[in-house]
């Protein structure tokens, strides 16, 4: 599988899925061979098949979903080349996105540090309670953007 790409995600509301999905899809029109892996779904996935891993998790209560985590715990990824992306209500807030990337995907990169993260993003989230939207700061083109720069950088 050379030059094989997984975007490996966790979602629960749908949210983070929908940023994986475009990623995918981004990439795939980049000319990348790309799947897509449900974290939650399929919690034991390995991905020494592949030449490049993409992991993206929502926050919630302050943390990244421990599937994102765990998926770094048990795959030995310093061969590869990686990307990270969280989703979050700071994430998509100017005033917080600096700190929500810092946070959220520093605790990732400085514990994960033999992977090689060649790009790292922060995309707004959605929340909901009791059906009623709380706040919604998605933005597909951001995340669009995101994934044509790292189509390039995982060609490299």
Known sequence: ????????????????????????????DN????ELVNLRKDKKFIASA?????VGGAVRCGKIYGEVENFFKRNNLSKKKA??????GGGGDP???????????????RQFSDVNF?????FGGMMKIFGKTVFDNR???KVRKWAEELSIKLKK
């Open 95 to 109: 005033k917080e996105h600096d700190s929500a990337l810092e946070k959220y995907n520093g605790s990732i990169t």
């Open 83 to 88: 990307g990270l992306f969280i989703v979050s």
């Open 50 to 54: 592949y030449d490049n891993v993409v």
């Open 118 to 122: 060649v790009s790292n993003a922060a």
């Open 1 to 28: 599988m050379k030059g094989k790409t997984v975007v490996a995600f966790a979602s629960k509301s749908g949210v983070t899925e929908e940023a994986a999905t475009l990623i995918a899809k981004t990439l795939r």
């Open 139 to 141: 933005d597909p083109e």
């Open 31 to 34: 000319g990348i061979e790309t």
